[in-house]
């Protein structure tokens, strides 16, 4: 009987061992497929971000009590400004009843409800504390820029228009100066003809080739009153001058 307890004994402590031989084979072989499987990042929650100024947050209503009908509340206002972005609260101000500051919960809030009341004539809103210097100048400075923008373009258009008429000036003196030295030259031909009339009957007649070319000048003007009341040429040139330039001058 002592030898079967015995041998029993021993069968189970053989178990036992057995048991944390094959543990702790299994432990060994988890642990080398983990160290060979990527590793994978560790998660971290971002970083609390910086809480916003309640002024940035909060827009000043002022209203006229004439041209609205019913005077506004603090709900009602909470519920219009709703149309923004969440509200945190309204509290009234002074002793008029005319004007109230509006806390967003979030400041990107107050940039569509002020520029949606600029052009209101019952209610405006504008912002407050240290973003309204700063709105202001960023405004001023938007402006100045689009001032000078402008102000640069007007004057090249201008240089552009002036140098436009300043080439159209000294092409049409151009013109006129070469008109009247034709107009002198054609003179001048025809009183050199008319002198060498009186020679033309003691020399012998030239032939075809060697005659004047006949003068253009004066030039053939239309046939109208204003064109007959002209005593001289030149008078007329002129006015057929005014008649041409007229409708260019005009554009």
Not at 56 to 67: E, I, M, N, P, T
Not at 100 to 120: D, M, N, Q, R, W
Not at 167 to 181: F, G, K, S, T, W
Request: glycine content about 4%.
């Amino acid at each position: 009987m002592r030898s079967d307890k015995l041998s029993q004994k021993k069968q189970k402590a053989a178990k036992v061992e057995e048991l944390k031989r094959q543990g702790k084979e299994m432990r060994e072989n988890y642990a080398d497929r983990q160290s060979q499987q990527p590793t994978k990042p560790i998660f971290r929650a971002p970083a609390p971000s910086k809480p916003e100024n309640m002024e940035d947050r909060q827009v000043r209503l002022k209203w006229s009590r004439k041209k609205m009908k019913i005077s506004p509340s603090e709900h009602s206002l909470a519920q219009l400004m709703q149309a923004f972005g969440k509200v945190e609260e309204v509290e009234m101000l002074g002793k008029k009843g005319n004007a109230a500051l509006v806390t967003f919960i979030s400041g990107k809030s107050c940039a569509p409800c002020v520029e949606a009341y600029l052009e209101s004539n019952e209610m405006r809103a504008s912002y407050v504390g240290g973003r309204k210097e700063t709105e202001e100048r960023k405004k001023k400075h938007e402006e100045e820029e689009s001032n000078n923008i402008s102000s640069t373009t007007s004057q090249k258009d201008d240089s552009m228009g002036q140098e436009s008429v300043k080439d159209y000036q000294l092409r049409r003196a151009a013109e006129r100066e070469h008109l009247l030295r034709q107009m002198e030259q054609d003179e001048d031909d025809a009183k050199q003809s008319i002198s060498e009339v009186g020679k033309e009957s003691k020399q012998p007649a030239k032939t075809a080739n060697q005659r004047q070319p006949p003068s253009s000048f004066p030039p053939d003007f239309p046939s109208t009153d204003e064109f007959k009341a002209c005593k001289t040429p030149f008078e007329k040139l002129n006015l057929a001058e005014s008649q041409i330039l007229k409708p260019l001058l005009s554009g």
